[in-house]
């Protein structure tokens, strides 16, 4: 208890006869220098607490609430009074820390005031999954590989050649793509498209294909070939589907919560950007950007300070190692 007199505890063990309701919330109930703490702080912390918890702290109630206010409120008050004494919120880093909670605490009020001041509806939810409908709405997608020919007669051949192929199937198209195919983008890897959308899209935003591939890949069973050429353009392609992905289908129902989510986090941005400007307006008094030009990213990322002249490094440079002799040569 010494350290306890050395802030001027005093505790008001009320635990043992409950406060009126209606001074819960401001009857302070327990005070270590400077700082306190009310009844009504200590009820809403205890009500966070598990159940298991509880019953860790006594077998009563009464024993349970003063067990809590004597090993976790009065050593937090001490710390606190301790860290005060120590002028520890005048370190950089501490109050760093403290900008950031405060920072994250005005977020979490502003997200609530959103919440409830401009909740989000199912109107608006059922809006956004229309203009966002693809994002939910995933069509049949076949990966195709091709092999394009100037002629149908070079592309009748390949497939003659691909026929009856067997086990070694992979390895004689991998050869006839390579040497025959006119699409270099693709003829090293198979002439892989990936997986083709029937619009001709792929996974890849710069490789789009005409439609007609997908038609006729739809039209055979995965791992079969398609048994003619496909005209291309000006071209004729081999195609082999290698396999396939159903249509996905989500329903606003499905999608709700997300879709609530991201409204909500918008609105969040759009909230802190406009209490930003506001702020800004009238509360930033300077800004004295030239300081940052004695700051400097290194190639490897890190910011370091510019360094100045006549100021000799802490470090000495790093000098590249020289091998030296020794029995089994130069090391």
């Known amino acids: 208890m010494r350290l306890a007199a050395r802030f001027g505890l005093f505790a008001f063990l009320a635990l043992a006869a409950p406060l009126a309701r209606a ?12 700082s306190s703490t009310t009844a009504a702080e200590v009820e809403q912390r205890l009500r966070a607490l598990a159940p298991f918890q509880l019953q860790n702290l006594g077998k009563t109630q009464q024993e ?22 120590r002028k520890l919120e005048e ?7 403290i900008r950031d909670v405060l920072r994250q605490a005005l977020e979490k009020e502003i997200s609530e005031s959103i919440a409830k001041e401009k909740p ?13 409908a693809h994002r939910f709405n995933t069509p ?4 195709i590989w091709r092999i394009l020919v ?15 192929a067997g086990v070694t199937g992979t390895v004689r198209w991998t050869k006839l793509a390579r040497e025959q195919s006119l699409d270099k983008a693709t003829s090293m890897r198979d002439g892989d498209l990936g997986f083709v959308h ?13 439609p007609a591939l997908f038609e006729a890949a739809d039209k055979v069973k995965d791992g079969e070939l398609f048994s003619t050429p496909v005209k291309e353009g000006e071209r ?26 991201i409204l909500m986090r918008t609105r969040l941005e759009e909230g802190l950007n406009e209490v930003s400007e506001k702020l800004m307006k009238g509360a930033v008094q300077s800004k004295n950007l030239g300081l940052l030009s004695f700051l400097d990213i290194d190639p490897m990322g890190d910011l370091v300070e510019r360094a100045r002249p006549g100021v000799v490094p802490r470090h000495k440079p790093v000098t590249p190692l020289t091998p030296r002799a020794s029995e089994r040569g130069l090391r």
């Open 198 to 210: 029937p619009d001709g899209k792929t996974e890849t935003p710069e490789v789009r294909v005409d």
């Open 120 to 132: 989000v509806t199912p109107q608006q939810i059922q809006a956004y999954y229309d203009e966002n």
């Open 140 to 143: 049949k997608r076949i990966k």
């Open 236 to 261: 004729f392609a081999v195609i082999w589907r290698r396999g396939s992905m159903p249509a996905v289908t989500r329903t606003v129902a499905q999608e709700e919560r997300t879709i609530r989510q």
């Open 91 to 97: 370190k950089q880093s501490v109050a760093d820390r």
């Open 150 to 164: 100037a002629d149908e007669a070079a592309a009748t051949k390949i497939l003659t050649e691909m026929r009856g």
């Open 64 to 85: 349970a609430r003063r067990n809590f206010v004597d090993q976790q409120i009065v050593p937090e008050l001490l710390y606190v009074e301790e860290s005060k004494r």
């Open 23 to 34: 001074d819960a919330d401001t009857t302070v109930l327990v005070r270590v220098g400077d």
